[in-house]
Every structure is written in structure tokens, then in C-alpha cells.
């Protein structure tokens, strides 16, 4: 396997979460916000980002986890993926949704996470954090909040891990990974 | 640290399902088992919100063969699969050519040209989901085979378990009544011995042969002995339509010998769960008032049987992409 790159370090993913949370506030002015955190990652990040809130700005932002595996778009020719659960202990609508995730790449997940929070309730606004924007959309979805902007080639792979997971904070980028293992 | 071991994988990637057919727990691992189980879990959720629906299985159809009758089974599939989005056609033992002499092979290629991706059947034949799921390219669920096995109320049974005692592993789990002629008692044999329970066996000498023992279960003929240490105690219904007379003592004499009643009822933990796959009996297997108390998981099994009947549906029509994986 070639040798990964590391895009973010501990110390850098927590100063981007911090400018993310400040940003959060500025954006949301006097209006109440919450967060949804995409499984698995995503969950990790909308926690940290959550106690952030509280800690530096003395917000106090609710936090749901949503699973998007049964809204994905390529379930016709994949083994199945794994479920986690979905648990939004609020009402989402009328209220102002950020969705958290690690990576933006093609923004099909962000296609399905809005599948799936649109069947719970409807929320007066859905915005979208990530960490990484690395590039490369198919289709129409552009994140309001992004950690770190990262120029990496279509058959890159970008791979976020976290302490939560049990392994050290880091965002690695993998080059040619498709041509590599293929 | 060197590099290679600081960027090793943070987790074993999760254990992904690769079979086309769900025919009995006897060849599943424990992990297999587990997947199940944690899906089911997530799945739950989809219960309980205003819109009971996720599109999953959109476009795919659904087939309920039950050859042999049931009300329970074919609706909690049928439920399932609608709240996965697939179509779902039913087809009973009335309704079907195989009364008018159709072979079940033929049966199942013709719902194979309706273009049928996942059938799950009922039959009183042993092996008979084994023996389409060879014929068929579409996924086969076993839904109940003659005495052979019930994987998914043994799905749905565990699940409750995990549920309410926060796991499986180290518990003890007494069955008890008709285990010679049970379904139910098989797959749940062989789920809870992989999962690390203890599993004993109660009921008339006729009704649980000693051959059992070698499943890994104890095997006792007092009632008494095998509900005082119990953790779970799942009541079995007597398979009337499947006994001979000779092999059952009478309902009244079961009761009275084997019943859960009240007073026996005393002799149990304070936090055992009572479990049973319906119908009940009322008076025979389980006293009335017992069936409605606030240890009787009853109809939490009925709701948990969505949940796992969703997950396997979900699971079955992954097959065919063995060697894909998943893009983030």
C-alpha cells in the first residue's frame, strides 16, 4: 500500500473544528441551531464541534446521528453496507439542521443524508459542514462550513480517523488508490 | 512507531453479508449472527417515526411462498419488505398450483420469470428453502421448514435477549415444552450456543430426547431445576399439528406438569425475562396473568420480528457483488 499522506493532524483538525464552531455562531446570529451528524464519523465530529459550541461560545446545540445506508444510490450493485442507527431525540421540523460529515467528495451521501432527514420532519433550513471539501462533486450540493479545503485527483482516496474510533486524530490522503489496489 | 503501523486500519473493517439465502443459523457464524442483530437494531428506528418507510429496497419484488398456512410470519415479511419499499406478492398453499399438481421446482421458476429477487418460504418439508435456494438465482429467507429450523424467530428472540439483559453471552436460557417437534427451538439452540449462552432444555421425556445434548444445551425433565437459575425462560408451543397422540400427555396434564404458573413462577429471578414465539395458549404452556406481566417480553418479540425481517431482507439482496466495495 503506497505511504498516506497526512492532509490534517490532531492539532490542525482541532483548530479547523474551532474556526467551524465560530463560524456556526456568526452564521446562526441569535437563532437556535442543531447539529446531525452523519454515521460514522460525521457523528464523532457534530459531538466535538457541539461541546466546542458550548465551551467557547456558551451554546447550547443538540446533537442527533443520522444513517444514510438506506438511502445510498448504489445499493443495486454493492454488498451491503452496515447500519447504524439513526437517533434524533428532536424534532427536526422548523428548525435549522446542520449536517456534520468528514469528507465532501462526490456529495452523494449528502444527496442520501437529505433523503433521510427530509422522511423525519422538515426543517425550516438544512445547511453542511465538513472538514475536508476535497473537490470533485457529481452532483449539485456545496458545503456552508468546510474545515479544509484539500486539491486531490478523482481516484484519491481521503480517509478520516479519529480518537473516538481508537485510533489517533488524522485526515490521510491515499494516492491512486483505486489503481493501486486494482 | 513506525509508519506503517501509526496508518494501520483503526478497527477489522465490520463483517459484511455475503450470502444470497438466510436458510438456518446452524451455518452462520457467530459474527454473521451479530451483524443481524446490530442492523435489526438499527433498523428499529424506522418503527417509530411518522413515516415508517426507507427506500432501500425500491424496485425490488418480494415474494411470500407459504405452503405450509400462517398468519404471523407472512404479515411481519410482508410489513417488513413494504417498510423497505420492495413489492411484495403472497402466495399461500390454497391459492398456489401445487394444488393442482405443480412441483415446487416449477413453482418457484415461474415466480423466478416474474423476475422475483428475494422469496421467502414456508414449507413442512425440511430443506425445502434449501433445495429452491439451489434452483434459484433470487435470494430464498427461510421462513419456518417442517421441524428443521426458524432462523429469523430465533433472530428475533436473540435480539429481544440483547435487548433487555444488555447481551447474550454467559446467560441462561431455559426452553421449555416441545423441542423434538420445534423449529423454533433448533434455531434458537444454535443462535444462543454460538452467541456463549447456556442453554437447558425442559419438557416431557417424549418431547426432548436426550440427542439434544450433543447441540451443547442440559437437559432436565423438572420444571423446577430448570426455571430457578434461568436468566430467559422462552415457552414453547405444542406443535399439536405435528405430534402423534402417544407423545403428548394432554393438555391439562402439560399444564400441570409443565405449565409456567404462578406459583412456579415465584421460584424464578426477579429480572427473568418471559419469552414466547405465539400463539400462546393461554392456561397450558403459561398462565394468563403470567402472559401480560412486566417480565413477559412477549410482544416486544412481535415488534423486534420487523426489525430482524427488515435486516435480513436488506442483507440477502446485497449477494452477487462478493468481491465490490464500497466508495465513500
Known amino acids: 500500500m503506497p505511504k498516506p499522506k497526512v492532509i490534517l493532524d490532531a492539532k490542525a483538525i482541532k483548530a479547523a473544528l474551532g474556526r467551524m464552531a465560530r463560524a456556526m455562531v456568526t452564521a446562526a446570529k441569535k437563532e437556535d441551531f442543531v447539529l446531525v451528524g452523519i454515521q460514522r464519523t460525521g457523528v464523532f465530529l457534530a459531538q466535538r464541534l457541539a461541546k466546542l459550541l458550548g465551551e467557547k461560545s456558551g451554546r447550547n446545540v443538540q446533537v442527533g446521528t443520522l444513517d444514510i445506508a438506506m438511502h445510498r444510490d448504489d445499493l443495486h450493485d454493492k454488498l451491503m453496507p452496515p447500519v447504524y442507527p439513526t437517533s434524533i431525540p428532536f424534532d427536526v421540523t422548523g428548525k435549522t439542521v446542520v449536517l456534520v460529515d468528514d469528507v465532501l467528495f462526490s456529495g452523494r451521501t449528502i444527496r442520501a443524508a437529505l433523503g433521510a432527514l427530509t422522511d423525519l420532519g422538515r426543517p425550516r433550513k438544512v445547511e453542511l459542514a465538513v472538514l475536508v471539501d476535497r473537490g470533485h462533486r457529481e452532483l449539485p450540493i456545496q458545503p456552508d462550513f468546510v474545515g479544509k479545503t484539500v486539491r486531490t485527483q478523482p481516484e484519491d482516496h481521503v480517509e478520516m480517523r479519529l480518537v473516538e474510533d481508537g485510533g489517533a486524530d488524522e485526515v490521510l490522503l491515499f494516492k491512486n488508490r483505486e489503481k493501486a489496489s486494482s | 512507531m513506525n509508519e506503517s503501523t501509526s496508518h494501520a486500519p483503526i478497527q477489522p473493517a465490520p463483517v459484511q453479508w455475503k450470502r444470497k439465502d438466510l436458510l438456518d443459523i446452524e451455518s452462520l457464524s457467530p459474527e454473521e449472527i451479530r451483524l443481524v442483530l446490530d442492523t435489526a437494531e438499527s433498523l428499529k428506528d424506522v418503527g417509530r417515526r411518522m413515516i415508517k418507510k426507507v427506500p432501500a429496497l425500491r424496485g425490488k419484488t418480494v415474494v411470500n411462498l407459504f405452503i405450509e398456512p400462517s398468519t404471523r410470519t407472512r404479515t411481519s415479511f410482508e410489513l417488513s419488505a413494504k417498510r423497505m419499499s420492495a413489492d411484495v406478492i403472497n402466495f399461500t398453499a390454497e391459492a398456489s398450483s401445487l394444488k393442482k399438481g405443480e412441483t415446487l421446482k416449477d413453482t418457484v421458476r415461474n415466480l423466478e420469470a416474474l423476475n422475483t429477487d428475494i422469496v421467502v418460504i414456508r414449507h413442512s418439508a425440511a430443506g425445502a428453502p434449501h433445495f429452491i435456494a439451489r434452483v434459484l438465482e433470487a435470494s430464498v429467507v427461510n421462513a ?16 429481544t435477549i440483547r435487548e433487555n439483559k444488555g447481551r447474550i453471552e454467559g446467560l441462561n436460557v431455559t426452553i421449555l415444552g416441545d423441542i423434538l417437534y420445534s423449529r423454533v427451538a433448533r434455531s434458537n439452540i444454535w443462535t444462543l450456543t454460538k452467541l456463549g449462552a447456556h442453554v437447558t432444555l425442559c419438557g416431557p421425556t417424549t418431547l426432548v430426547p436426550r440427542e439434544f445434548a450433543r447441540m451443547g444445551c442440559y437437559i432436565t425433565h423438572n420444571i423446577e431445576e430448570a426455571i430457578r437459575s434461568a436468566d430467559v425462560i422462552n415457552l414453547l408451543r405444542i406443535q399439536h399439528e405435528r405430534q402423534r397422540k402417544t407423545m403428548f400427555p394432554g393438555t391439562a396434564e402439560y399444564a400441570n ?39 413477559s417480553v412477549i410482544l416486544d418479540q412481535v415488534n423486534n420480528g420487523l426489525a430482524v425481517r427488515m435486516a435480513v431482507l436488506y442483507l440477502v439482496s446485497g449477494h452477487g457483488a462478493a468481491t465490490q466495495t464500497l466508495t465513500a
Do not use: W, Y
Open chain 2, 257 to 295: 406438569l409443565f405449565g409456567l404458573t404462578p406459583a412456579r413462577f415465584r421460584l424464578t429471578k426477579p429480572d427473568v425475562l418471559i419469552m414466547h414465539p405465539g400463539p400462546i395458549n393461554r392456561g397450558v404452556e403459561i398462565a394468563s396473568e403470567l402472559a401480560d406481566c412486566e417480565r
Open chain 2, 144 to 159: 419456518g421448514d417442517g421441524a428443521h429450523e426458524h432462523p429469523t424467530q430465533a433472530l428475533l428472540d436473540a435480539l
